[in-house]
T-cell receptor
Framework: KNEVEQSPQNLTAQEGEFITINCSYSVGISALHWLQQHPGGGIVSLFMLSSGKKKHGRLIATINIQEKHSSLHITASHPRDSAVYICAVNPNTDKLIFGTGTRLQVFP | DVKVTQSSRYLVKRTGEKVFLECVQDMDHENMFWYRQDPGLGLRLIYFSYDVKMKEKGDIPEGYSVSREKKERFSLILESASTNQTSMYLC?????????????FGEGSWLTVV
């Protein structure tokens, strides 16, 4: 079993829909990261969380440390949000453990 | 803006060739990482460096070596490329104590070994 599990693996949505991507982990962590990868490869950091909730524009990330679970929400989704979203955790070290990603496609 | 630059975006190499992948960051980060990304497997750590001349093996170091002679540059070396090293390679950097610091990635290098 992977130490970081994401669901769903693939997600399609219509423009404007509210989207949720989930991440569960099985190790103790000091931080959790949400990353975005567009076709072509480059990865951008969206959020780093150690507790609570963070918001940036239409993106919201939450974490529940006791339940070892995090969610990434996208409000009013847009085709430009189409990407792979990756959850990664710092297991009390500087190295990251990655989930395998959620591929999101938003159609107009 | 933090920049992590990978020198080659697309490479095609022959089996047995020596391959160098270069990565440069401009934010004076102590930590630098090399990952490979394969479908269904996610990102896997090859090597990690937390300081000049310091390196630590990741999860899949076999067939790879690294060099960090200057703080801003971290090179990944495939001594004798094999077809199973065909993959996308990503470099990343962060301040030390990344558990609490943003990690920055390069654009990726697509390597095909034929």
């Amino acid at each position: 079993k992977n130490e970081v599990e994401q669901s769903p693996q693939n997600l399609t949505a219509q423009e404007g829909e509210f989207i949720t991507i989930n991440c569960s982990y099985s190790v103790g962590i000091s931080a959790l990261h949400w990353l975005q990868q567009h076709p072509g490869g480059g990865i951008v950091s969206l959020f780093m969380l150690s507790s609570g909730k963070k918001k940036h524009g239409r993106l919201i990330a939450t974490i529940n440390i006791q339940e070892k679970h995090s969610s990434l929400h996208i409000t009013a989704s847009h085709p430009r949000d189409s990407a792979v979203y990756i959850c990664a955790v710092n297991p009390n070290t500087d190295k990251l453990i990655f989930g395998t990603g959620t591929r999101l496609q938003v159609f107009p | 803006d933090v920049k992590v630059t990978q020198s080659s975006r697309y490479l095609v190499k022959r089996t047995g060739e020596k391959v160098f992948l270069e990565c440069v960051q401009d934010m004076d980060h102590e930590n630098m990482f090399w990952y490979r990304q394969d479908p269904g497997l996610g990102l896997r750590l090859i090597y990690f460096s937390y300081d000049v001349k310091m390196k630590e093996k990741g999860d899949i170091p076999e067939g790879y070596s690294v060099s960090r002679e200057k703080k801003e540059r971290f090179s990944l070396i495939l001594e004798s490329a094999s077809t199973n090293q065909t993959s996308m390679y990503l470099c990343a950097s962060s301040l030390i104590g990344a558990a609490g610091n943003t990690i920055y990635f390069g654009e990726g290098s697509w390597l095909t070994v034929v």
